[in-house]
Structures are given as structure tokens and as C-alpha cells.
């Protein structure tokens, strides 16, 4: 099993708590993972991604091919499709359908949501909504990876045990906040795919 | 043992805390930062007692890891590719001088200029100084060269350069961990005049360091770092490969699936294995070379004339002369072909980085601006750090950014070539590293500038690191001669804008140099401090 995820945003968004989930998860399921992320420069609200990859055998290159991508999974829709020629031809794009908008020449949303949709495979969701309705908009990322969950190569329960102890710290509130933004960004996803 | 998931800076860290390293110095930068923040957080190296305090800059880092090997115990200074120019006196001089305790210098080069001004190769330094090089072609030899090194340096009594590019030092894996050694206890250097380089003793010590030098090659030929495999046991192969560095990795990828089996040479420790190479180049037609950073290997093989026309990479256009390696490129260099399925659409449009909301940076933006429209365009220097932005619209400010602390002397010079107003500015850990001799060049004669000062109390570009002249900026400008009357301290806020411009244009048309301290707190290390406060109170309660 090989499994390549792109994760997108932009800096500030906090995307390394989603690969941080995974990456737990990814471990506890005895796999091994490479995951390359973004420090410096561009965090400070500029476009960042992280490859992130996960395989039953050790893995070679830190950074993930063109066109070899199983899944993209991004928090902000025009920067989902900044990294589409990594996508691979059966692979996934996960997308939130609500935008950052700290450009002059943000292009418009429909524009962007048509060439979301012109990929197959793709979820488009309110992260964010989805996040309020459940408690708290905080957990938008979590839903994210809720919705991406049903095509990642890793049991749900797995993901659930990656959350578990990523948020351990911060409390029992936050924990099952997070578990629920897990479920119902799935639940959006399986319904709608 | 234990394994841990590591970046690749973290585990060079583990790497010398379980090898036995009692300090480590570093000025940060990227992509070399998180290397000392993981000592400094590590709870191991607190109850050891390693120091991993700042440095101001990468020399101070250099020398005072030079000072902690004098006294023989193990350090580690760590800077991003760029650090290692200021730090290039002391750099060059410790190997003549050797070490006593074992002493690593980590540079973290920066290919495609993620976060940089340039992309220039360590690995030139590492030949420069005549010093052994080990570069890591993943996470776990970034761990062993670490833990190895700094032993192997106590051996060849020389410092050692462990080079690294980004994408190793910000990418994680599974890394295991070896037994803990223990620290060295203080010990003098056998030779009390070791470490003086007057001349008579420098060319001693340079002999020395030549025939050490020649040592090391064969050394590099023993390398676990340095492996020849594939090689045809009869007849030539049409393809062999060098692969140094993380390059190897990029390799890897593409020959999972192959059937040709390519010689390799994986190289990971310098100078070069000249048997190895000697023994790959006699069996192949072409050499292929993949190394991340400049072409030095390629360089060195194919030689200024390029008789025998044999090998390949980025001078002869097979590999892209610039930028960093990737799986792709490594692909097309085999012959294979790479897939795309889809483009990017062009509805996507760049999205730079830019200074954050609230930021004290761009309130003195917007009152130089004023400024700048009254007194004419193209006369604002800057440096680096956030502030940098400044060059970016909305504000389009600054004119330049060239090296830590070259605003003020920038402006020293275009003052005396004629320009005037000019303006510098430049933040306070920049101001810290580099900028107060250049300050002190401008006091000496009396040059008409305005300096800027923003502080924003933290090293903000880095993450928000501690920044050395923090509560000390005002008496360092005193102390170096800048008249007090023309030390004017404000508060970058939107409310004090008029303030701002008003002190502006007092200052300017002060024909001497006038510092201007425009200090508020950064918003990041601002709402960091509020967040840990309330997380402080409430286990408290
Ligand atoms: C020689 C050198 N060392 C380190 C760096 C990395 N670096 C770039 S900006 C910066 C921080 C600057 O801090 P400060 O001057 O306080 O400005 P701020 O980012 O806080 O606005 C650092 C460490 C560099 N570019 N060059």
C-alpha cells in the first residue's frame, strides 16, 4: 500500500495539525510515513502545502510526483487547485468551499468552484459551517480531514486514535469537539460522493 | 531503542544530544531554526544543562562553539547557508586551528530560495577549508551523522560540516535512536599553542591540515556514507549515477519499478571518494550527476575543458542549472517520462506572503510613505526580516535587501555618493546581528541619515525567537555616539501616525545621523504570550 496526500492552504491555516492526525494515525497502523512541510517565508499568509506520504514499505523521496498524488486535500479553495498536475488520475481533491481572501485579485468564487467540479473526484464543503453547526468553527480542519477520511488508506478508528492524542492537552472538551468534526465532515462526504 | 518521528533539523539535534554534545550555538534562519529549538525544548538537554541560548550571530555562534571545543567539550553551531558567510572567518581559521573537544558546524542551504536571498552550495566552504563534509541523504543519517560526527571530528581533530537543504530539514520520518553518550569533561588542547594563529604557527598548523586533508579521501573511500553497488562485474554500463545527498532519495523513487540496474555511487561524506569515483568512471560511458545545490561534484569530475564529454547534470542542461532537485526532474534526467492529468487552471492566481494584520511594520510603512512622496522615491535601504514585505504593494517602501545589517551602511554610502534624505530600516534582531558597526561607521562621520529601528522585540521572520538587543537598543545607539537628541522613540500605531510623520520629517532634515525606535511588541509573540498566560491561569485554577 502507497498512499500520497497533498495538504493545501495558506499559512496560518494550520494544515500541520491535519498532517499531524494523519501521521499518528499513519503510525499507529504500523506504516511507514515522509512528510515534507512548510517553515519560513511563506507562512505568513502566503500559499503553503505539505506532502504528506504514507506506504506499507519505506519510502524514498520526501516530495510526491507529478501526477501521482491519491488525494489532495486543501482548506481553501483556490489553493486546492494550485497543485493539480501532482493529482493523479484516479485521485481525490478535497476542498473547502470557503475562501481566504487576503488578496487584491482573488479571482471569482464561481470561477473557482466550476474548475473544483470539473475534477471527477471531487468533495466540495463548508468546512467552517459544518464546524459551527457541530460547536465551535475552530474545528473546520478537522472536518476537512473528516471529508477526505473515506479515501484515505487508514481506519477511521485510527484517525480517531490520531486525534485523540494530538488534542490530549488541550482537554476532554476539545477532544470530543475535534471526534465530532471528524464524524460529520465524513458524513457530509459519503453523502454527497 | 526508540524511535521518534523527526524533521530532519530535529534529528541532527537528538543526533547531538545522544552524542554527547554540551552546547550548541546558532543564530536563526531557515531552514536550520528548528534544529536548536528542539534542544531548547528538549527535556534531556535542560536536566544536562546543554546550553542552546541565541547566539547574536553566526559568528559569535561559531566562535563560541570553538571556545566550548577549546575546552574540550563536544558543540554545535547552526545556521541557515547564508549564516556561514558571517561566520566565515571563524569557519576558515577552525580548521587550522583543528578542535580539541569534537565540534560540528551545521549549514541548512536553501535550493530554489524558499526563504533566501541566494542558493549557494556549503559545500564549497566545506572544500574551501579544507574540512571533511557529511551530508545526509535522509532523516536517520541525519540523526547518525550527527551523533557520529561529532566523534569522528574529536578524531580528525577538525571541526566537521554537516550540510543539509531544506526539504530534509522540514520533512519528517521515523527515526531510530542510538545509546546516549556522555558528555566530555573540560580538558585542555595537548598543544597550548594550538589555537594561536600567528603565523608561524599557522603554517605549521596548515601543514598539518594538508596532510589531514589527504587523509580524509581515503577515509571518505571507508565511508558506511559513501556506497558503490550495481557495478558491472564484466564490461562498461551505457549509464552510472552519482547521487549525493538527498538527491539518493529523489533517485530511489525512480528506480523502484525499473529493471535497469545503473551503477550508483551514493555519496554522503567529502572529500569526494576519489577511488570509488575512479572505480564508477572507468566502468560507465556516462555519469550522470545528481547532487542538490550547485554542480561541484559534476564540476570537479568533468573538469574546465570537458575532454572526455562523459558527464552530465547541470551543465550540460540535462538537469535545470537552478533550483532545487525533485522526483520529476531526477525522472526526466533517466529518460523517463513524467505524467501530468491535470494543469493548473488559470483562474489560480500567486498569493505572496505579506506582513500580518496589526503589524507594527506596516504602520511605519504608511508614515514613511509620506514621506517618501515628498521627498522622492528610491531612497529607502532595508534588510531582512519581516519587514522585508515592505517591498511588496500595498506599500511598495523599501529599496533594498542585500545581507543582515547592509541598510545602514547602504544608506552611509549613498549618503556620501550625494542622495539625500536616505533612510534605513532594519529590524532589531537584524540591528543586533549586523547592524550596530555598521551604525557606528555612519556616527563616525556624521552621516545624514535616518535610521529606522523597528522593533517588534522578537526575531519575527524565524518564528519569534528571543532577539539579543532586546531592552538594550537605545543605550547601544548612545553608547556608540548617535547625539540623544536625535534617539526618538514612537509607538507604530495608527493613532500615532501623525507622530510618526512628524518625527520623520524633524529627523530628516537633521544633517546627522538620527535613529528612530519605532517599538511595539509583535502581534504573533503577543497573541502566543496572551494564549500560554491563559493556559497558565487555568491550571491554576
Ligand atoms: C546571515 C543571515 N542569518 C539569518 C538569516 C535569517 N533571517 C532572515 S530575517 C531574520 C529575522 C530578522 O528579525 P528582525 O530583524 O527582528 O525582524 P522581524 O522579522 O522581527 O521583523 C532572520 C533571522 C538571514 N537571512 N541571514
Known amino acids: 500500500?502507497?498512499?500520497?496526500?497533498?495538504?493545501?492552504?495558506?499559512?496560518?491555516?494550520?494544515?500541520?495539525?491535519?498532517?499531524?492526525?494523519?501521521?499518528?494515525?499513519?503510525?499507529?497502523?504500523?506504516?511507514?510515513?515522509?512528510?515534507?512541510?512548510?517553515?519560513?517565508?511563506?507562512?505568513?499568509?502566503?500559499?503553503?502545502?505539505?506532502?504528506?506520504?504514507?506506504?506499507?514499505?519505506?519510502?524514498?523521496?520526501?516530495?510526491?510526483?507529478?501526477?501521482?498524488?491519491?488525494?489532495?486535500?486543501?482548506?481553501?479553495?483556490?489553493?486546492?487547485?494550485?497543485?493539480?498536475?501532482?493529482?493523479?488520475?484516479?485521485?481525490?481533491?478535497?476542498?473547502?468551499?470557503?475562501?481566504?481572501?487576503?488578496?487584491?485579485?482573488?479571482?471569482?468564487?464561481?470561477?473557482?468552484?466550476?474548475?473544483?467540479?470539473?475534477?471527477?473526484?471531487?468533495?466540495l464543503i463548508d468546512a467552517e459551517k459544518t464546524a459551527k453547526e457541530i460547536g465551535n468553527y475552530r474545528a473546520s480542519n478537522i472536518v476537512m480531514l473528516g471529508a477526505a477520511s473515506p479515501f484515505i488508506d487508514i481506519t477511521y478508528a485510527s484517525l480517531e486514535k490520531g486525534i485523540k492524542t494530538i488534542f490530549a492537552r488541550k482537554g476532554e472538551e476539545v477532544v470530543s469537539l475535534n471526534l465530532r468534526a471528524l464524524e460529520a465532515g465524513r458524513k457530509f462526504a459519503e453523502d454527497t460522493r | 531503542m526508540e524511535k521518534l518521528l523527526l524533521l530532519g533539523a530535529e534529528a541532527i539535534a537528538q543526533g547531538a544530544i545522544d552524542g554527547g554534545v554540551s552546547g550548541v550555538y546558532a543564530y536563526p534562519g531557515t531552514p536550520s531554526t528548528e534544529i536548536t529549538e528542539y534542544v531548547q525544548s528538549s527535556g534531556i538537554a535542560k536536566s544536562k544543562g546543554i546550553h542552546s541560548r541565541w547566539s547574536t550571530n553566526e559568528k559569535t555562534a561559531v566562535e563560541a562553539a570553538l571556545g566550548m571545543s577549546y575546552a574540550g567539550k563536544r558543540s554545535i553551531a547552526c545556521m541557515k547557508h547564508v549564516g556561514l558567510n558571517v561566520a566565515a572567518d571563524p569557519f576558515m581559521n577552525s580548521a587550522i586551528t583543528g578542535v580539541n573537544g569534537g565540534m560540528l558546524v551545521v549549514a541548512a542551504d536553501d535550493p530554489s530560495m524558499h526563504s533566501s536571498q541566494n542558493e549557494q552550495d556549503s559545500r564549497y566552504y566545506g572544500n574551501f577549508a579544507l574540512m571533511p563534509v557529511l551530508e545526509p541523504s535522509n532523516q536517520q543519517e541525519a540523526y547518525d551523522m550527527a551523533y557520529d560526527g561529532l566523534e569522528f571530528s574529536e578524531k580528525c581533530e577538525l571541526p566537521v560540516l554537516l550540510r543539509l537543504t531544506t526539504r530534509l530539514s522540514h520533512s519528517r520520518a521515523s527515526v531510530m535512536l542510538k545509546t546516549p553518550k556522555p558528555e566530555n569533561s573540560v580538558k585542555f588542547p595537548k598543544d597550548p599553542i594550538q589555537f594561536v594563529l600567528l603565523p608561524a604557527n599557522a603554517r605549521k598548523r596548515y601543514k598539518i591540515l594538508l596532510r589531514t586533508n589527504a587523509e580524509l579521501e581515503n577515509i571518505s573511500d571507508e565511508s558506511v556514507y559513501n556506497r558503490l553497488f550495481n557495478l558491472p562485474e564484466n564490461g562498461k554500463s551505457e549509464l552510472g549515477i552519482i547521487a549525493c545527498g538527498i538527491a539518493y532519495n529523489y533517485l530511489m523513487e525512480n528506480l523502484n519499478d525499473e529493471k535497469v540496474k545503473y551503477p550508483i555511487l551514493k555519496i554522503g561524506q567529502y572529500p569526494l571518494p576519489k577511488k570509488l569515483i575512479n572505480e564508477l568512471y572507468n566502468k560507465c560511458d556516462k555519469i550522470l550527476v545528481l547532487e542538490?545545490?550547485?554542480?561541484?561534484?559534476?564540476?570537479?569530475?568533468?573538469?574546465?575543458?570537458?575532454?572526455?564529454?562523459?558527464?552530465?547534470?547541470?551543465?550540460?542542461?540535462?538537469?535545470?542549472?537552478?533550483?532545487?532537485?525533485?522526483?520529476?526532474?531526477?525522472?526526466t534526467a533517466l529518460g523517463k517520462s513524467t505524467k501530468t492529468f491535470f494543469e493548473v487552471p488559470k483562474v489560480v492566481v500567486a498569493r505572496p506572503p505579506e506582513l500580518c494584520n496589526g503589524c507594527s511594520h506596516r504602520d511605519i510603512y504608511t508614515a514613511l510613505n509620506v514621506l517618501i512622496e515628498e521627498y522622492g522615491h528610491q531612497k529607502v535601504f532595508s534588510d531582512i526580516g519581516c519587514y522585508t514585505l515592505g517591498a511588496l504593494p500595498p506599500f511598495n517602501s523599501i529599496n533594498s535587501c542585500v545581507d543582515m545589517g547592509a541598510s545602514i551602511t547602504m544608506a552611509k554610502g549613498a549618503a556620501d555618493?550625494?542622495?539625500?534624505?536616505?533612510f534605513a530600516v532594519i529590524g532589531d534582531s537584524t540591528f543586533a546581528h549586523?547592524?550596530?558597526?555598521?551604525?557606528?561607521?555612519?556616527?563616525?562621520e556624521n552621516s545624514p541619515i535616518t535610521v529606522i529601528i523597528s522593533d517588534n522585540a522578537t526575531t519575527g521572520m524565524t518564528g519569534g525567537q528571543e532577539s539579543a538587543a532586546t531592552g538594550k537598543i537605545e543605550n547601544i545607539c548612545q553608547g556608540i555616539g548617535v547625539d540623544p537628541e536625535h534617539?526618538?522613540?514612537?509607538?507604530?500605531?495608527?493613532?500615532?501616525?501623525?507622530?510618526?510623520?512628524?518625527?520623520?520629517?524633524?529627523?530628516?532634515?537633521?544633517?546627522?545621523?538620527?535613529?528612530?525606535?519605532?517599538?511595539?511588541?509583535?502581534?504573533?509573540?503577543?497573541?502566543?504570550?496572551?494564549?500560554?498566560?491563559?493556559?497558565?491561569?487555568?491550571?491554576s485554577k
Open chain 1, 1 to 123: 500500500m502507497k498512499y500520497d496526500i497533498i495538504l493545501a492552504g495558506v499559512g496560518g491555516q494550520g494544515i500541520l495539525s491535519i498532517a499531524a492526525a494523519i501521521g499518528w494515525a499513519a503510525l499507529d497502523s504500523k506504516l511507514f510515513i515522509k512528510q515534507s512541510e512548510v517553515h519560513g517565508m511563506s507562512q505568513r499568509g502566503g500559499a503553503v502545502q505539505s506532502n504528506l506520504r504514507i506506504s506499507s514499505e519505506e519510502i524514498a523521496s520526501d516530495l510526491i510526483s507529478f501526477g501521482s498524488a491519491d488525494l489532495i486535500l486543501s482548506v481553501e479553495p483556490m489553493e486546492s487547485l494550485r497543485y493539480l498536475p501532482f493529482l493523479s488520475d484516479k485521485g481525490w481533491l478535497v476542498s473547502n468551499s470557503k475562501p481566504f481572501v487576503n488578496i487584491n485579485n482573488y479571482p471569482p468564487l464561481e470561477d473557482i468552484y466550476s474548475e473544483i467540479k470539473k475534477i471527477k473526484n471531487h468533495i
Open chain 2, 292 to 331: 542538490d545545490g550547485y554542480p561541484i561534484v559534476e564540476e570537479s569530475l568533468r573538469g574546465l575543458l570537458n575532454l572526455e564529454n562523459k558527464v552530465k547534470g547541470r551543465l550540460d542542461g540535462t538537469i535545470p542549472r537552478d533550483g532545487e532537485l525533485n522526483p520529476d526532474i531526477v525522472a
Open chain 2, 417 to 422: 555618493a550625494g542622495l539625500h534624505p536616505v
Open chain 2, 434 to 444: 549586523s547592524g550596530i558597526t555598521s551604525l557606528l561607521d555612519a556616527v563616525n
Open chain 2, 487 to 539: 534617539i526618538r522613540i514612537v509607538t507604530p500605531l495608527r493613532k500615532n501616525h501623525d507622530e510618526l510623520v512628524s518625527i520623520l520629517r524633524e529627523e530628516v532634515n537633521y544633517k546627522g545621523v538620527s535613529v528612530i525606535i519605532a517599538r511595539r511588541e509583535c502581534i504573533q509573540t503577543a497573541a502566543r504570550a496572551k494564549k500560554a498566560e491563559i493556559a497558565k491561569n487555568k491550571e
